[in-house]
């Protein structure tokens, strides 16, 4: 499966956008599609029935990823 990484980008940054869940993004292991959905708009595509199945990834929030101040002390001596 390819993904383009200016699609994986745009998902991450929709995501990211406001508080957490209110926007988020899902992956298609299968087919490399990214699904978006939004709180506060409508969604291009319908979230499949089957988004909780492993075959999907969501795209985290980055402060999912614990990519904060924390982070750049335990880098930096």
Do not use: R
């Not at 926007?23 to 029935?49: M, R, V």
């Amino acid at each position: 499966m390819a993904i383009k990484y200016d699609e994986l980008d745009d998902a991450f940054n929709f995501v990211c956008f406001g508080q957490p869940y209110e926007h988020q993004a899902f992956l298609c292991k299968e087919t490399g599609k990214i699904y978006w959905y939004s709180e506060f708009a409508d969604s291009p595509d319908e979230l499949p029935a089957d988004i909780d199945d492993p075959k999907y990834i969501e795209i985290p929030n980055k402060k999912q990823l614990g990519l904060g101040k924390k982070i750049s002390f335990s880098i930096c001596p």
